[in-house]
């Protein structure tokens, strides 16, 4: 053959294309995998309740105008009676919020997602009411309103189990809907005021409430001033939103926050009084889920830190990059020990570490991700080390081989934990490796080997040619 190189190389990359369409079969069990989860979540927060979002409470009064416009003028004038519908809001001066959140982990069958039950007191403050006091916009005018209502939007309210209102002490009856435009999910209740001279007094309302959610509770601070106190016996809070909290505690086994904001640094309450939906919710555009034009918000999502199938995703990531090392090893050992390793072996071995990636994710799904993670990489160890003894030729060649296997998973598993510098640990593992690579080929003349696999082939090839003969 006049170019033996051709025969080793194109196995090499037929070997190396199979193990690539084989990681895009793992990963697409993993994306599936994935999937099913979500469809799990999603089917909970159908049975349940769904992520949480309040809005609220604000005032709100429904008032119309009666008044009469001439058309024409002289004897061909005609009076015609007219009427306009119009809406006047009020935000809170002061909103109060203390909750604590009690975790409630639902199965849906091997998956878990994590519900809650929040027990939570929302305080609201009006200064005073004159914002309610409708004037005539023509001459002459009649101004007639309904009572003021007291208005609290929940994204999901099938999720409220009890709610109980007071309006400066006094208990009042709370209805199911808002009838408010943009926001009709939630609760509402009707404030008969003695009088008009009423609106220019202070108001104190008071919501005691029991809300059913999964995953994620946020609020919108539409107040003036806006204060969060929030406590959960989950110790794996995700905080988002348009603020983080001003001050917070994660312990052991649970986490409190506090999260205080002001109009002045909020455009919630313009948002809300302009009738803008709620970002990212409540039935809110594709504009509003981006945070532009919509009602701010800000909370937290109870998280699962350890997704399996987050980090089993990351793993195939890194599959291409073990096999090229794993191959680089062994064909180190070829060229150290002068041995010949097949095609075959090398498909094997790429098998056996495909295979790996596979057993992580199925087994992270009963187990927990540490010990299905321990127990895939000893497997496959064991198993490349046992073939390894037999291609090497020796048990001593096998045993290094699989330590080598053992410090390559080792080092897959930091990559996995250190999230913000895997970049960092990824980089270092491969200087690492091409300097290992460099020092035990130093010495390597590749010409002479180059030559001496080329005579090999030659004279193999003679050998068949005088056989036929």
Known sequence: MRFPWIGRVMPMVAVVLVLVWALSMV????????ARQQEAAQNVADSLAGEQTLVGPWLVRECIERYRTQQGEGRDA??????????LQAAPTQLTANASAGIEARQRGIFKVNGYVLEAQVEAVWANLAVLQPLAAHEQGNVTCQAPRWVMAVSDPRGIRQAALTVDGRPFQIEAGTGHAAHRRGMSASLPLAGEPGLGAPLRTTLKLTLVGTRHFAMAPIGEANQLTLGADWPHP??????LPTTRTVAANRFDATWQVS???SNARDSLLAGKPLCGGDGGSVAAASGAGCIEHFGVAFIDPVNPYVLGDRATKYGMLFIVLTFV???????LRRLRVHPVQYLLVGAAL??????LVSLSEPWPFEWAYLTAASACTALLAFYARHVLGGVRPGLVFGAGIAALYGALYVLLRLEQNSLLMGSLLLFAVLAAVMALTRR???????????????????VGQGSEA
């Open 27 to 34: 990963t697409d069990v993993v994306r599936e995998r994935s």
């Open 444 to 462: 390597v003349d590749w010409y002479a080997l180059a030559a001496a696999r080329s005579t090999v082939a030659v004279d193999a090839t003679d």
């Open 263 to 265: 109009a002045l640094a």
């Open 78 to 87: 005609v009076w015609r009676d007219e009427q306009r519908s119009f809406t």
């Open 238 to 243: 995700s905080f988002d939103g348009r603020f």
């Open 354 to 359: 495909v295979v790996f990636f596979l057993l």
């Open 329 to 335: 090893a062994v064909g180190l050992v070829e060229v």
